[in-house]
């Protein structure tokens, strides 16, 4: 099947910090950092590089003390976004978008990525196209869309900047996706970086 690839941007107001810390996860039986990854749903890259005690990743045992990033906090706004979106879509009779946590994290590298090179757009210098970048994060897809956003403070302002744009707001209305995600970063100025990923996974 053709992969149909959509993408828009927009740039506006100022914000306030998102903070991120880490939290002691005492290791179960049966565990391996895998299994932690997905419980929390952060990257296993993130858990490791969180850990530089651990020598072979592979190999964890229970009652062992790692660190886990706690990201609940800027979940909880991508979440909102979601959320948000799926209003959106049912107000027009779509199909709701299921939230992908990988396709989440692929989006806050993103917003990470615009943060630390100091840029606002879809191509990466790092990463490439994001199409590219959803493909090297093994994410499988058939039609794919991304939304970038610079400034709004809350869900609910950079949903309406998005809706207020034709193109963001025929990605957020397209039938060709069926999974989202959103990724949330600030840079030292306390200034949020949105990045939103739609696609429709191949079967």
């Known amino acids: 099947m053709k992969k149909t690839f959509i993408v828009v ?5 100022l914000s306030t910090p998102v903070l991120a810390e880490s939290f002691s ?3 179960k039986p049966g565990d391996s950092l895998w299994k932690i990854a997905v ?8 858990i490791i590089s969180e850990n530089p005690q651990i020598k072979n990743p592979s190999l964890i045992y229970p009652g062992q003390i790692i660190k886990v990033p706690n990201i609940k906090d800027i979940k909880a706004l ?4 979601i ?3 799926n209003i959106e879509r049912s107000k027009h009779g779509l199909e709701m978008l299921k939230g992908n946590w990988q396709l ?3 989006a806050r590298y993103k917003s990470n990525d615009m943060v630390n090179n100091n840029y606002f757009a879809h191509y990466s210098p790092v990463y490439g196209s994001p199409f590219k970048m959803m493909e090297n994060f093994g994410l499988k897809f058939t039609a794919a869309g991304e939304n970038i956003a610079k400034g709004q403070q809350s869900p609910k302002q950079v949903m309406n900047s998005w809706m207020n ?7 957020i209305l397209s039938p060709s996706f069926s999974e989202i995600g959103v990724g949330l ?5 306390g200034t949020y970086h949105w990045t939103q990923m739609f696609m429709r996974s191949t079967k």
Do not use: F, M, Q, W
């Not at 941007?9 to 107001?13: A, D, E, P, T």
């Not at 419980?39 to 993130?46: A, D, R």
């Not at 970063?185 to 100025?189: E, G, I, L, N």
């Open 78 to 81: 991508e979440n909102e976004v």
């Open 165 to 171: 744009s034709p193109g963001h707001r025929n990605n």
């Open 9 to 13: 941007l927009i740039l506006l107001l």
């Open 25 to 27: 996860y005492t290791v």
């Open 104 to 106: 989440s994290r692929c």
């Open 39 to 46: 419980k929390y749903e952060v990257g296993l890259s993130e």
């Open 83 to 85: 959320r948000l979106v």
């Open 185 to 189: 970063a600030k840079d030292k100025y």
